[in-house]
């Protein structure tokens, strides 16, 4: 099984920035498509954002369009999701997931977001 | 916009029996002949974990006495034999197409 460790998460104010990571030490997830998930206090499972194993096709909910953006770093291994301009409804526990296509199979530990000021 | 609806949403069944999950679909899942549906199991403070895909399917590592079935709109996630293990939140989900969207959840409890 992949072991996906995701990072980055902190507590911030509305409308300020962070930067969440995803790596899968010892595997390499750059043949993978790549998929944030994010789930609030208490609350279901609410899909983010995702992208091909290439880095192109990034696609979003729209409560993200323009705020946040998928990327990967190729030479490191690794995920990201810049989130800008947060909300308080931005506030989860997010996941990154792994897969052949826009199924999920792998889900690593999340990394919690507090927007708040 | 796919809207996903599950039922019950929360399900107290004795050790031993068998517990039955229901989903669906706003529109049809299916295409190319398969079935564009997932069904995944969440535990108290872990990530969720892939149990069932394409509607059918089970994931590497789970148990027969998980099985999913249905076709195009209406799927049931089936557990048989309920072990005390089995105590979670079940999640349907399509990925017939962005946005990936999934079910409300359903409490399972002993």
């Known amino acids: 099984d992949v072991h996906l460790v995701a990072s980055g998460g902190d507590l911030v104010q509305p409308g300020g920035s962070l930067r969440l990571s995803c790596t899968a030490p010892?595997?390499?997830?750059?043949?993978?498509?790549m998929t944030w998930i994010r789930q609030a206090p208490g609350k279901g499972l609410e899909w983010v954002a995702n992208?091909?194993?290439?880095?192109?096709?990034?696609k979003y909910v729209d409560s993200v369009k323009g705020r946040f953006a998928i990327s990967r770093d190729f030479a490191r291994n690794l995920v990201y999701l810049q989130m800008n301009r947060l909300r308080d409804e931005d506030t989860a526990t997010y996941y990154c997931?792994?897969?052949?296509?826009?199924?999920?199979?792998?889900w690593g530990q999340g990394t919690r977001v507090t927007v708040s000021s | 916009d796919i809207v996903m609806i599950q039922s019950p949403h929360s399900l107290t069944v004795s050790l031993g029996e068998r517990a039955t999950i229901s989903c669906r679909s706003s529109?049809?899942?299916?295409?190319?002949?398969?079935?564009?549906l997932a069904w995944y199991q969440q535990k108290s403070g872990q990530p969720p974990k892939l149990l069932i895909s394409?509607?059918?399917t089970r994931g590497s590592g789970v148990p027969d006495r998980f099985s999913g079935g249905g076709s195009g709109t209406d799927f049931t996630l089936t557990i048989d034999n309920l072990q005390p293990e089995d105590v979670a939140v079940y999640y349907c989900?399509?990925?017939?197409?962005?946005?990936?969207?999934f079910g409300q959840g359903t409490k399972l409890e002993i």
């Open positions: 997931g792994s897969g052949a296509g826009w199924l999920v199979e792998q």
């Open positions: 010892g595997f390499n997830i750059n043949n993978y498509w």
């Open positions: 992208m091909k194993p290439d880095g192109s096709g990034q």
């Open positions: 529109q049809s899942l299916f295409s190319s002949r398969k079935n564009y």
């Open positions: 394409w509607a059918t």
């Open positions: 989900q399509h990925y017939y197409g962005d946005p990936l969207t």
